[in-house]
């Protein structure tokens, strides 16, 4: 019998490998941010299953909320999307 | 450019060889730490807590936890250093929608209460000072986020913040005193108070009276930063 919780670990773990990728990929930061925040979010579910809820709850207000504002903030006094210049290089050698 | 990745990947290999070879003994899951199962054992008699890992953040591990506030308050003055103009003020065109504002007005006093439960409990159940802190600071942020010309009132959220820091630094100092060394839980172990109610919320010496202080300091410093994050000044 396959055991269900562990499914929605494995589930989570995949979103939250994919919202990584995305928040590097995506030209659009404030999009990226999202996904970053995604990712942390995703972190302290995870935390909370792994029977360490403070630490998902530091993870939730510092990397969810407080750590996505200060990039949105960030975002408003630059710019929103990255420019062509930085991307010459494939993703596959850009480490 | 190809030489700088290649000695970059080879200095990476050796560096992950180098600590791979040194964690290799360690054997994995095996409890080699000693003075984890002294706390565990000892938690209760020594500090009254019930949450262990309150106990070592604020009693065995005091003076650490201080100089993490410290740092804490060193970031906040840089950033408010750093983002300092003479006249700076909110820049935000729209109101937040209806649905924000509402949400943010019922919402607001509620996310306040539940990170002062989660400081004030902080030696019974999970959390502590800087979650419960940083809940009350995400509070704030709502607020910023939903209404345009929302502000903290900055004179008494300093003078809390300095009082919080200076209140730390007064309870470790009476340790000092009454007790042999700095933060000595003179709560505790000299007067004795709530040995009879371990696992209530009047116990564990003075770990609530510092996690509040801590809380307080974390909530004011963390608003002061979104403030100073927020506001835009003109040159």
């Known amino acids: 019998m396959i055991n269900c919780i562990q499914c929605i670990e494995y589930v989570m773990v995949l979103v939250m490998i994919l919202a990584a990728i995305f928040a590097v990929e995506w030209k659009d930061l404030l999009a990226a941010v999202v996904g970053m925040a995604a990712v942390s979010l995703v972190a302290s579910i995870l935390f909370f299953f792994l029977q360490a809820p403070d630490v998902a709850m530091t993870e939730a207000t510092i990397g969810a909320a407080m750590s996505a504002a200060v990039f949105i903030f960030a975002i408003k006094r630059t710019q929103r999307y990255e420019t062509e210049e930085e991307e010459k290089l494939g993703w596959w050698i850009r480490w | ?235």
């Open chain 2, 1 to 235: 450019m190809v030489m700088k990745r290649a000695l970059a990947i080879l200095t990476l290999l050796i560096i992950g060889y180098w600590m791979a070879s040194a964690l290799a003994n360690v054997p994995f899951g095996a409890d080699k730490m000693l003075v984890a199962q002294y706390y565990l054992n000892h938690v209760k008699a020594q500090t009254g807590a019930v949450n262990a890992v309150t106990a070592v953040v604020v009693n065995y591990r005091g003076f650490d936890t201080l100089g993490e506030v410290t740092v804490l308050f060193i970031a906040s003055t840089g950033v408010a250093a750093l983002l300092w103009r003479k006249k700076r003020e909110r820049t935000a065109e729209t109101e937040g929608s209806i649905v924000l504002t509402t949400g943010a007005r019922l919402l607001f006093a509620f996310i306040v209460l539940f990170g002062a439960y989660i400081f004030i409990h902080g030696h019974l159940t999970p959390g502590g000072g800087f979650p419960g802190g940083a809940t009350i600071a995400t509070a704030f942020l709502m607020l910023y986020l939903a209404f345009s010309a929302y502000e903290i009132p900055h004179r008494s959220f300093e003078v809390t913040e300095g009082l919080a820091g200076m209140g730390y630094v007064a309870v470790g100092l009476i340790g000092l005193a009454i007790g042999s060394y700095f933060l000595f839980d003179w709560i505790w172990q000299t007067w004795g108070w709530g040995h009879s109610n371990i696992g209530r919320l009047f116990s564990a010496g003075f770990i609530p009276v510092i996690y509040t202080i801590i809380g307080i300091k974390v909530g004011t410093e963390l608003s002061g930063i979104v403030d100073s994050m927020v506001k835009e000044g003109g040159e």
